[in-house]
């Protein structure tokens, strides 16, 4: 299926204009949302978005090139404004079209599904004479996802999750439409425990005969090391690194001292991400990290370096807590509890009813302690050394409780539903726009 997804406006054009949001950037972010969620989630699905950055396109262009793709669907994504009296969720097809042909089954499904979830006023399902619906060759719906001049949708507008909720909505609908597939998960990463590398086949063989004696199962797999090929004797391949440690255990007390684990990623991030770890290495460079703030707060400041830095020293995925902290503090936006000369990117003492928890003295202290937390959450080893404790709760924090993002839910957030997998959602946006502009680099390069 081939879904031509249509954030609307953008670059010179901002669209309708409202408590302190342009239309342009909130369409951006829920339709990066709905193409991230599609395309790592689900089989047979192409998405091609008629712009992925802040950048001035026609309606005519982006219409000719859904048609000029052979796209199946056209969904184009907008938010609405009425003198800030109106509020409320409405989607239009064409208004030649009747409610029984294939479009309008295809708008009660979507409008169904988004309105379960964006917990926005009900205005139904509507016809208009739209450019971008009577120009396409393809069935083609437009949604209006609430009122930006309205105080209380703009206050939803504002919130992450809340853009989040609304780009699964048009995913649960596109999906039941379609009759989309989701993807097999695969997990992240595979362990497998090594008892040992031979250059003759025949001692890898007398390895495997000694472990079954010990009642320990094994196989010879062949690998090139430094250009030569070595035979392997893998006593297992676990999903969970906990098991591969047991059975690491069990072949080091059967005499093989030099055993050892090998992790091999299946994937840079898995569509579910449901164990994805918050130990880790950081993939994306400070500037890729400031760069996608930039895109939703042009005035964001330059917190990559510290994530990175401070991440590397304390073993946490730098980038992904550098998305936590755009969950937490709406692109750097503060628009909630915590505010912007806190330096607290993480929340940190935020509890909710106004509280607007801990300050600290510099951005780089913030960062620092946010990292620190996460430590806390994700290792019951003590602080290495090097930086002097900042996280005024580091002692409060059950020790090694989630070693997972998905672990945080109900503990760093309360009730905290979907916080973990809100955190990787703004990630897998990172790691697709830094796949994009590498991708414009290349052919820049091939022109």
């Excluded at 290495?281 to 703030?293: C, D, R």
Aim: charged share 25%.
């Amino acid at each position: 299926m081939k879904l031509y997804l249509d954030p609307g406006h953008g670059g010179s054009d901002p669209g309708a204009q409202g408590n302190g949001l342009k239309e342009k950037d909130i369409t951006l972010d829920i339709a990066k949302n709905i193409r991230n969620i599609l395309e790592q989630g689900y089989e047979n699905i192409d998405v091609r978005m008629s712009r992925t950055s802040d950048i001035t396109k026609s309606l005519s262009q982006r219409t000719e090139e859904a048609d000029s793709w052979g796209a199946d669907f056209y969904l184009s994504i907008h938010c609405n404004a009425f003198n800030g009296q109106a509020r409320g969720y409405e989607d239009y097809i064409h208004s030649s079209l009747s409610d029984t042909s294939l479009t309008g089954k295809y708008q009660d499904i979507i409008h169904t599904e988004v309105t379960k979830l964006n917990n926005l006023i009900n205005r139904g399902q509507k016809k208009a004479n739209f450019h971008v619906l009577r120009e396409t060759a393809m069935p083609a719906l437009l949604s209006e996802n609430g009122f930006i001049d309205n105080p209380d949708d703009a206050a939803f507008m504002k919130d992450p999750l809340w853009r989040q909720k609304v780009a699964q909505g048009h995913v649960n609908g596109i999906v039941k439409a379609f009759k989309l597939k989701p993807k097999e998960v695969m997990p992240s990463a595979i362990y497998k425990v090594i008892s040992g590398s031979f250059k003759s086949k025949e001692n890898a063989d007398e390895r495997v005969i000694f472990l079954k004696a010990k009642g320990i199962e094994s196989i010879v797999v062949t690998a090139s090391i430094a250009g030569a090929v070595w035979f392997r004797v893998q006593a297992g391949a676990f999903n969970e690194k906990e098991n591969a440690e047991k059975r690491l255990a069990e072949v080091k007390s059967a005499g093989i001292i030099g055993a050892f684990i090998l992790k091999e990623n299946t994937a840079s991030l898995p569509a579910e991400s449901k164990d994805y770890p918050i130990v880790g290495k950081t993939l994306l460079s400070p500037e890729q990290m400031n760069k996608y703030a930039k895109k939703v707060n042009p005035n964001a400041i330059n917190l990559g370096f510290y994530y990175t830095s401070f991440g590397e020293h304390y073993g946490i995925r730098g980038d992904i807590a550098f998305a936590q902290a755009m969950l937490e503090t709406n692109f750097l936006l503060f628009t909630g509890d915590v505010k912007a000369g806190q330096n607290n990117f993480a929340g940190i003492g935020a509890t909710g009813d106004g509280a607007s928890g801990a300050s600290f003295d510099s951005p780089k202290d913030g960062v620092l302690s946010h990292i620190q937390h996460l430590f806390a959450y994700s290792s019951s080893k003590p602080l290495p050394p090097g930086y002097p404790l900042v996280d005024p709760r580091f002692h409060l924090v059950e020790r090694g409780v989630a070693s997972a993002w998905t672990g945080l839910n109900g503990r760093w957030a309360v009730p905290g539903k979907n916080y973990g997998e809100s955190i990787l959602n703004i990630y897998k946006s990172m790691l697709s726009d830094s796949i994009q502009d590498l991708g414009d680099v290349l052919k820049e390069i091939d022109r």
